[in-house]
């Protein structure tokens, strides 16, 4: 039998070492795309890249101020990852170090503070650890989920005033404050002795130093519109506690700045309890609540029955204030 004879090629060894190694790179490169593309390491390679990328727009404020814009519009399409664990209770502008470092006059270092643009992580805050769909109005005015704010403070602190109390996997809100332990509603009953708080008369009201806005929450059920506000003091997630029940509120101080309202804006304002020391400083924040209130509106100051000779002398200069001011 014949035998076929083949040309032999015409390649040097040194042209197949190349060829298979562009062949062996291909295929490498394939195998790493389906790598990255089906398993974890792909998905935490390019979050690496995400955040080398929102850590390094602290150098370059241009670049940070685009990807703002971006996030702001809706327009940047790469998910922001979640900032670290402990910033679940991330509150904006309050951060407890930067402001004991600031002046205590006035009011000044309760005031809320933002820290620089440039500071400002890019970062989406954590939910708790088991979060829940928050419960809907009105239920949520007297309950929420424990697990949306598992922070026990308040309710082991102010339980007995009626604040909020643990029970079970909730948190229940009696609706008592310092001033009124057996309920808001109740308060309000008395105040509707002196206010006329029905007829629609009074539509809008603020609650200063509101606590977990149990005031202001009953007024909302009531069909009036009121507004809270409280500090971030030792009572720190009080504000927390009041968006979550549904209350319109924010963290706010009598201090060096005016609030953020145009004159006049409300029927009513409301204060219980509350340890803001209207006369001080020529008397800045009552003249402050009085910008706000309306001509015919109502200011309600209650407190504990007067037993001090120091309390007697703030209220007769309290007096003295309003009569200054022409309320009757």
Not at 21 to 47: K, Q, R
Request: proline fraction near 9%; glycine fraction near 8%; charge should be positive.
């Amino acid at each position: 039998m014949g035998h076929l004879s083949l040309p032999a090629s015409k390649r040097n060894p040194r042209q197949w070492r190349l060829l298979d190694i562009v062949t062996a790179a291909f295929f490498g490169i394939v195998l790493l795309f389906f790598v990255l593309l089906f398993t974890p390491l792909g998905d935490s390679m390019a979050a690496s890249g995400r955040q080398t990328l929102l850590l390094s727009t602290a150098s370059d404020p241009r670049q940070r101020q685009r990807l703002v814009a971006l996030v702001e519009a809706g327009q940047h399409l790469q998910p922001i990852e979640y900032c670290p664990a402990e910033a679940v209770a991330h509150m904006p502008c309050e951060d407890p170090r930067r402001n004991s470092q600031l002046s205590r006059e006035m009011n000044f270092y309760r005031e809320r503070h933002c820290p620089l643009p440039e500071e400002t992580p890019l970062c989406l805050i954590p939910p708790p650890s088991g979060y829940k769909i928050p419960v809907p109005w009105p239920e949520s005015l007297h309950k929420i989920w424990h697990a949306n704010m598992p922070y026990n403070k308040i309710a082991d602190r102010k339980g007995h005033q009626g604040w909020m109390k643990r029970e079970g996997e909730y948190f229940t809100f009696p609706g008592g404050g310092t001033m009124f332990p057996g309920g808001a509603g109740q308060y309000i009953e008395k105040l509707a002795q002196y206010i006329p708080l029905n007829g629609g008369t009074l539509r809008t009201a603020l609650d200063m130093g509101c606590g977990v806005a149990s005031f202001g929450g009953t007024l909302l059920s009531q069909g009036i519109l009121a507004l809270s506000f409280a500090p971030r003091d030792s009572h720190k997630s009080q504000i927390q506690f009041a968006l979550e029940r549904g209350v319109p509120a924010f963290v706010a101080m009598l201090g060096t700045r005016r609030l953020p309202f145009p004159a006049y804006s409300f029927d009513l304002m409301h204060c219980s309890r509350c340890l803001i020391p209207f006369t001080a400083y020529n008397a800045t924040y009552f003249i402050e609540v009085d910008r706000l209130l309306r001509p015919g509106g109502y200011l309600v100051i209650s407190g504990p029955p007067v037993q001090w000779p120091k309390q007697d002398k703030e209220w007769a200069d309290l007096q003295a204030v309003a009569r200054a001011l022409c309320y009757e």
